[in-house]
């Protein structure tokens, strides 16, 4: 099988989480850009890309993220598909042009969310699934013509525009990182007990089915390019 090459940008500022966890689950070729540190692909020569969370908002005034920013809008009129997780999905909906904002709340642990059905995105997983969550941002509005692909009551968990798709939880998550990102929330103590307490093989055992979307993203990935197998 050809694998496919996929620009990785990783904006995770302490970003070895990340990279072990993108690394374990996107079976491509990852070529990694620290964005944070305002290190950006030269050029569009990838099968596509992934953008990662962030401890950052996507309308902080930071050069790297008006960077990210210019980068990613030219690769999306390059025709490049694309997947962004959390911050990701907030980057990607923002330069299609729909509207991130804070939620005036946070969102935190193993949830329940729901997706359409008829997106190739979500093949193979429930309608009804579970994934972690930690955001106090949402996508509050839609790009122009994107569709939702999936929600919970806190609201938008994905969405697709063409070739980009994005997904406001974490897939990639394993329990270390779960309980470190808990663990450093300016969140009530009784609140971040409660999270990790629900920090859970079981749970974990059951988000496992979302990490699908990375499988059914670079299948998406090949047949668009239309890469061999």
């Not at 089915?209 to 998406?220: C, G, H, I, P, S």
Request: hydrophobic content about 35%.
């Amino acid at each position: 099988m050809s694998r496919l090459r996929i620009a990785f940008l990783n904006a995770a500022h302490e970003g070895e989480n990340t990279r072990r966890n993108f690394r374990r689950e996107l079976d491509a070729d990852l070529v990694e850009f620290d964005v944070t540190s305002g290190h950006l692909p030269g050029d569009f020569e990838f099968d596509g890309a992934v953008v990662s969370g962030s401890r950052s908002s996507v309308y902080w005034d930071e050069p790297w993220i008006s960077q990210v920013k210019e980068w990613v809008e030219q690769a999306v009129e390059t025709g490049m598909p694309m997947l962004g997780v959390c911050y990701g999905h907030q980057l990607l909906a923002d330069v299609l042009g729909g509207e991130v904002r804070d939620m005036g709340e946070y969102e935190i642990g193993y949830r329940e969310i729901r997706h359409s059905g008829d997106s190739p995105l979500f093949e193979g997983v429930d309608e009804r699934f579970v994934a972690f969550t930690t955001h106090s941002d949402e996508v509050a509005e839609l790009p122009p013509d994107a569709e939702s692909i999936a929600e919970n009551e806190y609201g938008n968990h994905g969405f697709r525009k063409g070739d980009v798709f994005g997904v406001q939880f974490h897939p990639e998550y394993d329990t270390a990182t779960a309980e470190e990102v808990t663990r450093g929330k300016d969140l009530p103590d009784d609140r971040i007990r409660r999270v990790l307490d629900g920090i859970t093989d079981e749970n974990h055992d059951a988000a496992c089915e979302a990490k699908l979307v990375f499988e059914n993203f670079l299948d998406y990935v090949r047949d668009v390019r239309e890469v061999p197998a």
